[in-house]
C-alpha cells in the first residue's frame, strides 16, 4: 500500500493505533534516517496490522473509527508517525509524545542530506527545501520556486530530480501484513506484539491489564491520568493544611547516612587533563557566539533518577529549539554512551570531532582545518 494512502486511511479512522501501544519514542537521528532510506529507495520494512471489528476495536486517541473494520497498527507505528508528522505537517489524531523529533525537516539540494532547521546554516539559503512545505504543495509549485533562482541555474535539472524524488516519497509502497480471525483476542495480539517488537520495550502485565480494560471502556486511560492529578492534587492539599494547622507529618525512619548504599552513578569528569579539554571546549563555543554547556550534566529517566553524569551538554542543543541535545564525552564507557544514545543525545567523544561538527553544521563554517584549542 502507498504511503499516501496509509495517511489516508489514517485520517479516514480505518487504520489507527490500539489502545495497548505506547507513545512516540523516536528521535530525530531515527526520522532523518528513515528518511534517507526511503529517498534512496532502500527497505525501511513491512508493517503489521490487527484488522478487527470497529464495534469491539479500543484505539488510542480521540479520532473517529471507520465503521465495519479497522487495521490496528501493531508494528510501524513510530514510522508511520514520523512520515503523517512529515508529509501533513502535523501529528496523527493518536500522537502522545515529543513532535519536535519530526518538526522542521530540511533537505539539501546539493549534497542530498537531510538535516533539521539550523537559522545560522540555513536561513535565506536556496539550496536548503523544508520538506514538510514541499510534500504539502507539491513538486510541481516547488520547481517553480527554484526555477527563476540564478544560484541554482547551474544544477538546475539534478536539483529538480531531487525535488521530484523527495514528493515521490508519498508514492512508495509499504508491505502490510494482517493478523486476521475471531480467535485473535487482545491477549493474542499482545503477544505477537511482542514476539515481533524485539527491539522494542515489552508490555508487562500491568499494560496488558489496562488493554483489557480499554477495550470495555475506551475512556479509561484519560479517566486514570484525571483521577491520579487529583489524588496528587490532594495528598499535596493534605501536606499544606497540617503544617498550617502545627502537625509535621512523621517522617520514615531511615538509615544513617553512612549506613545507606548509594547507587553510583557511571561519567563524570575524573582527571585534570579531562577537565582542562572540556574548560576548553566550553570556552570556545562561547567564542563563537553559542550557549556555554552545562558542565557535570546529570541526565535522568522520565521518574527522575539519575542515570549518567554527562561531562559537557546542551540538552536543549546549540541552537535552542533548532539543533538535537549534544553532549561531549571524554574517556566514558559504553554505559554512558548508550544512556546519552537513548536520551536521543548526539554526542562526541573527541574534542576535534566536536569542533569540526561545530564548524561545519551550527556554523555552516567550511573552513574546518581552522586552528581550534
Not at 13 to 23: K, N, V, Y
Not at 261 to 279: F, K, L, Q, W
Amino acid at each position: 500500500m502507498k504511503i499516501r494512502t496509509i495517511l489516508d486511511q489514517v485520517d479516514l479512522g480505518s487504520m489507527a493505533l490500539p489502545e495497548f501501544q505506547r507513545g512516540y519514542v523516536w528521535n530525530r537521528d531515527q526520522v532523518r534516517g528513515l528518511m534517507h532510506s526511503l529517498y534512496r529507495k532502500h527497505p525501511v520494512g513491512s508493517l503489521l496490522v490487527w484488522m478487527t471489528r470497529t464495534e469491539s476495536a479500543s484505539a488510542r486517541g480521540n479520532g473517529e473509527l471507520a465503521p465495519g473494520t479497522v487495521k490496528l497498527l501493531l508494528d510501524g507505528q513510530q514510522r508511520i508517525t514520523s512520515l503523517y508528522g512529515i508529509i501533513r505537517g502535523n501529528p496523527p489524531k493518536f500522537f502522545d509524545g515529543n513532535a519536535q523529533s519530526f518538526t522542521g525537516l530540511y533537505f539539501n539540494l546539493d549534497d542530498e542530506s537531510f538535516e533539521f532547521y539550523a537559522p545560522l546554516k540555513m536561513k535565506d539559503n536556496p539550496l536548503w527545501i523544508n520538506v514538510t512545505e514541499l510534500m504539502k504543495i507539491g513538486a510541481g509549485e516547488a520547481i517553480k520556486r527554484i526555477v527563476n533562482v540564478p544560484a541554482l541555474q547551474g544544477s538546475l535539472t539534478t536539483y529538480i530530480n531531487r525535488l521530484n524524488a523527495i514528493d515521490g516519497i508519498k508514492e512508495i509502497d509499504l508491505h502490510i501484513e494482517e493478523v486476521t480471525g475471531e480467535d485473535k483476542t487482545v491477549d493474542v495480539v499482545v503477544d505477537i506484539f511482542n514476539r515481533v517488537n524485539s527491539g522494542g520495550t515489552k508490555l508487562s502485565k500491568g499494560d496488558l491489564a489496562l488493554a483489557k480494560i480499554c477495550a470495555g471502556w475506551p475512556e479509561a486511560r484519560e479517566e486514570m491520568k484525571i483521577r491520579l492529578d487529583k489524588l496528587l492534587a490532594k495528598v499535596a492539599t493534605d501536606f499544606l493544611e497540617s503544617l498550617l494547622g502545627g502537625v509535621v507529618p512523621e517522617s520514615p525512619v531511615v538509615a544513617p547516612v553512612h549506613e545507606q548504599t548509594i547507587p553510583a552513578v557511571a561519567g563524570g569528569v575524573e582527571s585534570d587533563e579531562e577537565e582542562r579539554i572540556i574548560r576548553d571546549c566550553n570556552e570556545w563555543i562561547v567564542q563563537q557566539g553559542l550557549p556555554e554547556g552545562e558542565y557535570m550534566y546529570e541526565l535522568a529517566d522520565h521518574t527522575g533518577n539519575p542515570i549518567a553524569i554527562l561531562d559537557l551538554a546542551w540538552p536543549n542543543g546549540l541552537q535552542e529549539g533548532y539543533s538535537q541535545p549534544v553532549a561531549l564525552l571524554i574517556n566514558e564507557g559504553q554505559e554512558v554512551e548508550e544512556a546519552v544514545n537513548r536520551a536521543g543525545y548526539l554526542f562526541f567523544t573527541e574534542a576535534d570531532a566536536f569542533h569540526a561538527y561545530v564548524l561545519k553544521e551550527i556554523l555552516a563554517n567550511s573552513a574546518l582545518d581552522s586552528p581550534t584549542p
